[in-house]
């Protein structure tokens, strides 16, 4: 079920103002009727456009990616009036500022391919110049890019072509998550280790405050940008070289630098680090566990629910390895290991069936649990805890339980 509180897809925030309930209505583009039968019988679906209190940005919440055919129905876009290809000649002209003589272009949501083919043009051919859109419209024709039908993957894709400039033309309105679309760009583009651009332009709904226009919503744009909402989704994913009104106000476009934020790269360095030292201690704390068992001492797990049996899982426990899992517990006494198989017993089994190891995967626990031991006069000869790549005796390492 689609909510509010799921955010913003450009900041997150969760308050709203109800800024446009527009009830249901059929899709208004990617329809193309033959009749008007067809026309009248085409699906509804509920608009209601909530608006950020934060950044501003107007989104209809109850929107689905899903029901909108982009597969199998062009986007079709009007480009020849004469004031249309003037923006877009001065839009061209600014990037090419930005490139190298031999860019790498790709544009996402190339509709019938003019915009990057005239890229192409202006090149001579000379660069690499790909183009992506799951509609039909741009599959065949003398083109000078090289025509991908199917969704762009922003981190398989940006890794795999290594572009030098990304164009996102009236498409990011189309997207359930701008947001989380841009960022992805982002990280890639920093994985490459390359300086990459990225142009996106959009409508800009500001005008509506003047002119109360409604017929700006329509299903296939879930979100409707102003100017703060499109400058607060740029500044995420990068430095922001110029964010422009045109087309008498009704479009914006931004061109940035795209770039994690230092914040996100500092989190990186670090949650890399833990990752590469959580490996090899999962793979050290498998050897000891190979050892214990070599050693046929008799061995019992202290608890066999939640982080006992993903201790479990992730050291690849088998259930004749370790066949003893107690709990004091009484509600999980009888129930089985989930995964691994062993009966949950009664800690008091071990008063008539002494064990020489106890292994206990709560650490933060070990204390009480060392206590209820204690009160049943059970003595082992080790209790070994998880921690750090190694199985360590509680009662003589050093450690934070
Ligand atoms: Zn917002």
């Not at 709203?16 to 208004?28: C, D, E, I, P, Q």
């Amino acid at each position: 079920m689609k909510s509010i509180s799921s955010g913003c897809p450009v900041c997150g925030n969760p308050s709203v103002n109800r800024f446009f309930k527009a009830g249901s209505n059929t899709l208004a583009t990617v329809v193309w009727a033959e009749s008007t039968k067809e026309a009248l019988e085409v699906k509804k679906h509920a608009q209601d456009y909530v608006q950020c209190l934060s950044c501003t940005h107007i989104w209809n919440y109850l929107f689905d990616w899903e029901e909108v055919p982009y597969g199998n129905k062009p986007n079709k876009m009007f480009n020849k009036g004469a004031n249309w290809k003037l923006h877009i000649k001065e839009i061209t002209e600014n990037l090419i500022k930005y490139l190298p003589s031999f860019p790498t272009i790709i544009e996402i949501g190339c509709g019938n391919g003019d915009f990057i083919n005239g890229l192409a043009e202006h090149y001579k051919s000379s660069g690499y110049f790909l183009g992506f859109d799951p509609s039909y419209e741009s599959s065949d024709g003398n083109n000078l890019f090289e025509f991908h039908q199917r969704l762009f993957d922003p981190v398989d894709d940006v890794i795999k072509y290594k572009p030098n400039l990304i164009i996102m033309r009236h498409l990011i309105e189309h997207l359930n998550s701008p947001n989380a679309f841009i960022q992805s760009l982002a990280w890639a583009s920093h994985l490459n280790k390359l300086s990459t651009y990225l142009f996106c332009e959009v409508p800009c709904v500001d005008r509506v405050y003047e002119t109360h226009r409604v017929a700006d919503f329509y299903y296939e744009h879930p979100s409707h940008f102003t100017s703060k909402s499109f400058s607060t989704l740029l500044e995420k994913s990068g430095e922001i070289i110029d964010i422009k009104k045109l087309y008498g106000q009704e479009v914006i476009t931004g061109l940035l630098k795209l770039k994690p934020s230092s914040n996100q790269l500092d989190n990186y360095k670090f949650s890399l680090n833990i990752s590469k030292d959580i490996l090899n201690d999962v793979e050290n704390i498998k050897y000891e566990i190979q050892k214990l068992i070599d050693s046929n001492k008799k061995i019992a797990i202290w608890g066999g629910t939640g982080k006992c049996a993903a201790f479990m899982h992730h050291y690849e426990i088998k259930l004749n390895d370790f066949p003893i899992v107690i709990d004091s517990d009484d509600r999980k006494v009888g129930t089985f290991v989930p995964g691994v198989g062993q009966k949950i017993l009664h800690s008091s089994y071990l008063v008539e069936n002494p064990v020489q190891v106890l292994i206990i995967p709560t650490q933060w626990r070990a204390r009480d649990i060392i206590e209820e031991c204690k009160s049943l006069n059970l003595s082992f000869e080790s209790i070994l805890i998880e921690h750090k790549g190694h199985l360590l005796e509680f009662t003589s390492y050093n450690h934070p339980y």
